[in-house]
């Protein structure tokens, strides 16, 4: 495993709670511990959607999120993690979510 994608339904606020579980999770995971996290909250094509700010809230990655530009990875005890925005369905930001993962992956 290189990377790991994780997939939030950004409508579906009732289970913020659940995904915010299930992410702690898996970062906290040894196995995973210096692996690339791009989170995806799908469905911003829907108007009551959560914006990125929100998911970072609800998921309890307010301030760990490391910015969409590059990480250096000379510095161990950084993990490239980030949020993005998609819609499957309209094919849009899912693009940029991998685009921006695909810099760790060699």
Not at 10 to 21: H, I, L, N, P, Y
Not at 50 to 62: I, K, P
Not at 82 to 88: P, R
Request: hydrophobic letters at 40%; charged letters at 25%.
């Amino acid at each position: 495993v290189d990377a790991m994608v994780y997939v939030v339904d950004a409508c579906d606020k009732e289970r913020f709670a659940e995904s915010k579980t299930e992410l702690n999770a898996l970062l906290s995971h040894e196995a995973l511990a210096k692996l690339p996290f791009l989170v995806l909250g799908n469905k911003m094509d829907i108007p009551h959607a959560a914006s990125e700010d929100e998911l970072r809230y609800h998921l309890g990655l307010t301030g760990l999120t490391t910015g969409k530009g590059k990480v250096n990875l000379a510095d161990q005890t950084i993990r490239p993690l980030e949020v993005f925005t998609c819609s499957v369905i309209r094919k849009m930001g899912y693009g940029e979510g991998f685009k921006w993962m695909s810099q760790y992956i060699s």
